[in-house]
């Protein structure tokens, strides 16, 4: 490659400052250094969280920042010590590293990694040591990943190596929100077969979520959301019932355990509201229902009676549907490849890079479930 050791000017999304809209800049992006990958992104999802980070969390020490990281590309150049990818590789970078060696990493019971940016940056959302600069400022990687960008810089133990034969455009999703939902249910959850679900939110990772309960035997998925227009995208994916909580002059947890004769096995919260996870606890049954925590948010407490615990339920959460994020991604792109898995039924837009502030709004409205924007040519 002739940019090989050189720094790369090109296009990239700036996030300059909390809830404005994000501007399209010339950034430079520095060469890869040992043990870093830069990347030639081609596709790229906006998800709910890079609207969490620009409008909900605005947490200070997170901008300037280059948002995305539900992204696809292709390997323009290695640093020294990286030996298993090579230029032309086609790639999905991680917002959760999985390095292989540390505590977390070790245990089956996680995948957390102690060494990527999260374990020590979980609030502030970016990664303090970037390869980017605009206008001579130094600009974050939002989650370590920055994918609306023409080019990235993540380390090794943030990427994954995936089928030279993958779409970028459709298995981008699989960077975060299709992977999230469908693993919240298959991994976290752990959904049984003839059981009784309930998603909350059916954005993508709703969607994800109950695309899982369905590949997990579920009987009856009961699909919620304040927005009608999602539940014919929700039957595509499995769902059987849909619930608008606007419809009932009632706790909508209530209105499930009228439905299921005392509450659902399991419940996904989707949305990222303490109100909506209390709610799916609540809409669980007691003795054994289990609620998995998936929507993005560290605004608020969350408050439960310790009964709802205490008579049976277990409430959990999950990262990144819990998939150990380098062994997990690639084995869900195959699993896309091999049709056991949807992608193409998420995508509701496709647009550029430049039109990044349209998609955005398209989800603060609710007008879409992805948009897949191109960003560089293949
Ligand atoms: P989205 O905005 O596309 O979807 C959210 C859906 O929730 C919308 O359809 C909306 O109408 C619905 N909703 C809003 N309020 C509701 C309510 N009170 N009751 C029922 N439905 C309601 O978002 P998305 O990209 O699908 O992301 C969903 C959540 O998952 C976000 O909070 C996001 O930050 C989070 N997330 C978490 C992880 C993780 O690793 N845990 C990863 C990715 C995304
Ligand atoms: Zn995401």
């Known amino acids: 490659m002739a940019t090989a050791g050189k720094v790369i000017k090109c296009r990239a999304a700036v996030a300059w400052e909390p809830s404005k809209p994000l501007v399209m800049e010339e950034i430079e992006v520095a060469p890869p250094q040992a043990h870093e990958i830069r990347i030639k992104i081609v596709a790229t999802g906006v998800c709910h ?14 901008f300037p920042c280059v948002l995305g990281h539900e992204g696809a590309g292709i390997v323009e150049s290695v640093g020294s010590e990286v030996t298993k990818f090579n230029p032309g590789d086609k790639v999905i970078p991680l917002f959760i590293s999985q390095c292989g060696q540390c505590r977390f990493c070790k245990s089956p019971k996680t995948n957390l990694c102690e060494k990527g940016w999260a374990s020590d940056r979980y609030d502030v959302m970016s990664e303090s040591d970037t390869r980017f600069t605009c206008k001579g400022k130094k600009v974050l990687q939002f989650m ?49 077969p003839g059981s009784t679900c309930a998603v909350f939110g059916l954005g993508a990772v709703g969607l994800a979520a109950v695309m899982g309960c369905k590949n997990a035997g579920a009987k009856r998925i009961i699909a919620i959301d304040i927005n009608p227009t999602k ?22 947890s209530q209105v499930l355990h009228e439905m299921t004769n005392g509450g659902v096995d399991f419940s996904l919260e989707c949305v990222g509201s303490v109100a909506v996870m209390r709610s799916a606890l609540e809409s669980c049954v007691k003795g054994w229902g289990v609620s998995v925590l998936v929507g993005w948010t560290d605004m608020d407490d969350f408050a439960a009676r310790p009964i709802q615990l205490i008579a049976g339920r277990t409430w959990k959460g999950s990262l990144f549907g819990g998939f150990k994020s380098k062994d997990g991604v690639p084995k869900l792109v195959n699993e896309y490849l091999e049709k056991k898995v949807k992608l193409d039924e998420f995508v509701t837009h496709n647009m550029t890079l430049a039109q990044v502030n349209d998609a955005i709004q398209l989800m603060q409205t609710g007008d879409c479930i992805r948009s897949v924007l191109s960003v560089a040519l293949q």
């Open 49 to 62: 969280t890079d609207l969490y980070h620009l409008f909900e969390g605005k947490h200070k020490d997170g």
């Open 144 to 192: 370590g990943t920055s994918t609306f960008s023409e080019y990235t810089v993540v380390n090794e133990i943030a990427v994954a190596k995936i089928h030279p034969s993958a779409p970028l455009d459709k298995v981008c999703l699989l960077g975060c929100g299709v992977a999230t939902g469908y693993g919240a249910a298959l991994n976290t959850a752990k959904v049984e």
């Open 231 to 252: 539940y014919e995208k929700a039957k595509v994916f499995g769902a059987t019932e849909f619930v608008n909580p606007k419809d009932h002059n009632k706790p909508i």
